[in-house]
C-alpha cells in the first residue's frame, strides 16, 4: 500500500471533514467508437472491483462531491454528471460493506476511531460520460486499481453496486430521449452513422437508421458541415457537427427526442 | 395544536426511531377531470405551506418511507411512487429550516434534546400520483391543514421545497414518456379525449391530438371496449381500457412512448 498512513488519517480525522453515514457513487461511463465501457476500481479490503465513490465533505453540494470524485478518477472535470438514484436500504452497511472489525486489523487502530464509519449509510448515485481516450483512470487510498471494463462483460461487484449499475445504466438510457450528450464523446466532425452508432452503444440496441440523426437535425442540435467524408468515389458521406447554443440550451431544460 | 405531547415524544425519543439528518418529502399529485395538483401542508412552526415529509425509521427502505408518509396523508396505500432526487446543499438545514431556538421554546424543551435535529439534512424527493377523489388528505402532528393546491397557483413554500416541486414536476414530465401512469387516474372506461386531456394536463403543455393515445393502442396498453359513449346521433366516441398485464409489464421495464 502506497499511502497507509494517508488511509489512517482519513480514519481518524475523517468526521471532521465528511458528513458521516453519507456517500456519493459514480458509475462513469466511458465511450469510444462504438463501445461502452464503465470505470472500476479494485478495493484493496474487499479485493472486488466497486465503483468510484467517496464521502460528502461537509462543505460541498452532492454534485460538488461527484464532480471532486470523477475528476480524481479520471483527470477530467466537467463531465456530463446527473444524479439517478439515492440508496438506503437499512442492511446495506451491515451485510454489504466492510466488515470493522477486518478494518480495525487492517489500520491497525482501535475500532473506536471509527465510529463515524459504522451505521447505515445512504450512498447517493451519480453517473457520468466520458471519451475513453481523454481519461486518465487513477485509484483512490482504498483501491489498488483503477480500469475500464466493458459494459458487457462486467465483473461481480461489491457492495451493492451491481445494482448501482443496474439503475444507473436504466436512468442513462431514458435520459438520451431528453438531453444532448454526444459532445466531447463524438469527434468534433461526425457523420449521421457514427451517430447512429453512438446511439446503439449507450441505449444498447439496434436502433432505426435515421431515428436519433433525423431527430437531432429536426431539433436544430447538429448541423450539416460543407465538408465530406473522403471514402471512394461514390460514399463521401457529409460531416455534421454540435450547435454549441441550442445545445446547451436543451442540456438545460431538457427536450424529447425520439 | 392536538398533539403537543406527541410532538414532544417525537423530540425526545425520536432519535431512537429515527435515522439523523436524513428524511424524504412527497411531492404527491392529484389529477382529477383534467386539472393537477399539488397536497401541501400547514407547517405550524412556520407558518409556511410545505411539502409532506418525515424522518426515515431505522428499520426502513426510503420507498416504505416515502409509502408510509404518501399512505398517511392521503389514505391510499400502493401509489404510483418514483424517487426523483436527493438534495443536499450544505445550507439546507441552517437557512432553511426550522430555528432551533423557535422549536425549544415551542415545545418548551430544553434544546439539548433536539441534538439529533441539528446538523445538515439530506432528504430523498419522492413523487406520487393519485386521483384527488380518492384522497382523504390528513395533516401529520407538524401541521395544522392539509389540502390541494392547482399546480398553476402554488403559494411560495417553506424550506427549499419550491425547488423540490420543480424537480419532481421536471422528472415526472420525463417519466410520462416512459412509463405508463393513467389506471386509476381515468375513470375505469375511458375516451381517447379524456387521455389526450389527461396528457396535456400532466405535461403542461397542448399536444396533437393522436400522439399519446394512439402509442398507447399501438403498443397494447390500452384497447377499445364494445361500449361508446352516448352523446348524439352523430357523436359516440367509443371506450378504451387498460390492459392489465401490458400495463405492468411496462411500469415494471419502462418503454418509448411518443
Redesign the interface.
Known amino acids: 500500500m502506497e499511502s497507509l498512513e494517508e488511509f489512517k488519517a482519513f480514519i481518524k480525522k475523517g468526521h471532521l471533514e465528511y ?1 458521516p ?2 456517500s456519493v457513487d459514480c458509475v462513469i461511463f466511458g465511450y469510444h467508437e462504438g463501445e461502452l465501457k464503465v470505470l472500476l476500481v479494485r478495493n484493496k479490503l474487499l479485493t472486488k472491483w466497486c465503483l468510484p465513490g467517496g464521502y ?1 465533505r ?5 454534485e460538488e462531491a461527484a464532480s471532486r470524485i470523477t475528476m480524481n478518477r479520471t483527470g477530467i472535470g466537467n463531465l456530463f454528471l446527473q ?1 439517478f ?6 442492511d446495506r452497511n451491515q451485510s454489504q460493506t466492510v466488515d470493522m472489525n477486518r478494518l480495525s486489523e487492517y489500520v491497525k487502530m482501535d475500532s473506536r476511531n471509527l465510529g463515524w464509519l459504522e451505521g ?1 449509510t ?1 450512498t ?1 448515485g451519480f453517473y457520468a460520460i466520458t471519451d475513453i481516450v481523454h481519461a486518465k483512470p487513477a485509484p483512490d487510498i482504498f483501491s489498488s486499481e483503477c480500469a475500464w471494463f466493458p459494459m458487457t462483460d462486467l465483473p461481480k461487484l461489491g457492495f451493492d453496486h451491481d445494482e448501482l449499475v443496474r439503475e444507473a445504466l ?1 436512468s442513462m438510457r ?2 438520451l ?2 438531453f444532448p450528450i454526444g459532445k466531447n464523446l463524438l469527434p468534433e466532425k461526425f457523420t449521421l452513422r457514427e451517430v447512429k452508432e453512438f446511439y446503439e452503444a449507450m441505449s444498447g440496441k439496434e436502433l432505426n437508421a435515421s431515428n436519433f440523426p433525423n431527430k437531432l437535425i429536426s431539433l436544430g442540435l447538429i448541423s450539416k458541415t460543407k465538408e465530406k467524408r473522403k471514402i471512394g468515389a461514390h460514399r463521401s458521406p457529409v460531416y455534421y457537427t454540435f450547435n454549441k447554443k441550442a445545445y446547451e440550451k436543451a442540456l438545460k431544460e ?1 427536450l ?1 427526442l ?1
Open positions: 458528513r453515514n453519507t460528502i461537509k462543505v460541498e453540494t452532492l444524479q438514484k439515492a440508496f438506503g436500504n437499512p447505515p445512504i447517493i436504466f431514458l435520459h430521449y431528453h431538457g424529447v425520439v
